[in-house]
């Protein structure tokens, strides 16, 4: 058998955890098997332990490209708009943290799942780890302190991070509930209602700074 190239190592390795990633988000960690993963990355189960040292460790692994994936689709709208004036006096920062926002708490984020935020999609997981035991909890951990330090960075500067934190804090709670609620009652017509009473609610506020 040939030897598999470095190059394409790190493209199977990339290829199972971006694999993983969607599917621990669709339908949580206790569903996913690892000869589920591997087949469908298009590799052999054999091959696994290649790559990781157990399912834990993938899992873990996975979850930060599940964060670093959301973290990379803001960053794009943030830098898509620049620090100049936008409209109605807010700053083309603002404009992208509540365009962040409205998409986030949206019927395609309810609805999909696998390509959305891991905060949600992964909370009942982490929160039902025993501590200690799995690195999915401490990478889950690793991930929110991580999306919370970036969306501050994004929408203030050093003097007022402090207060900025404070908004995105409740603002990253709130949605969050929102999108488990969402995904909970769907497709009752109260699903609909939560995401637009919330969204409405977010939107209403002073932009954040």
Do not use: W
Request: one cysteine or more; hydrophobic letters at 40%; charged letters at 30%.
């Amino acid at each position: 058998m040939p030897r598999v190239s470095k190059a394409q190592t790190e493209l199977n390795h990339r290829r199972i955890l971006e694999v993983t990633a969607a599917r621990i988000r669709e339908v949580g960690v206790d569903k996913v098997s690892v000869p589920e993963v591997m087949a469908a990355a298009g590799l052999t189960h054999g091959g696994f332990y290649r790559h990781f040292a157990s399912k834990d460790d993938l899992v873990a692994r996975a979850t930060g490209v599940a964060f670093a994936q959301r973290e990379e689709e803001y960053r794009a709208l943030v830098d898509s708009r620049g620090p100049e004036p936008g409209a109605d006096g807010e700053t083309r920062r603002q404009e992208a943290y509540r365009a962040y926002l409205e998409g986030y708490v949206s019927e395609s984020h309810r609805d999909n799942p696998g390509t959305g935020c891991a905060v949600a999609a992964l909370a009942f997981d982490a929160a039902h780890v025993e501590q200690g035991t799995s690195d999915l909890r401490e990478a889950y951990l690793d991930g929110l302190r991580g999306m919370v330090e970036g969306l501050v960075s994004c929408v203030a500067d050093d003097e007022e991070a402090e207060k900025a934190r404070q908004r995105v804090l409740v603002d990253l709670a709130t949605m969050v509930g929102a999108i488990v609620l969402a995904r909970a009652t769907a497709p009752d017509g109260l699903s609909d209602e939560i995401l637009t009473a919330v969204r409405d609610s977010l939107l209403a506020a002073p932009p954040a700074s």
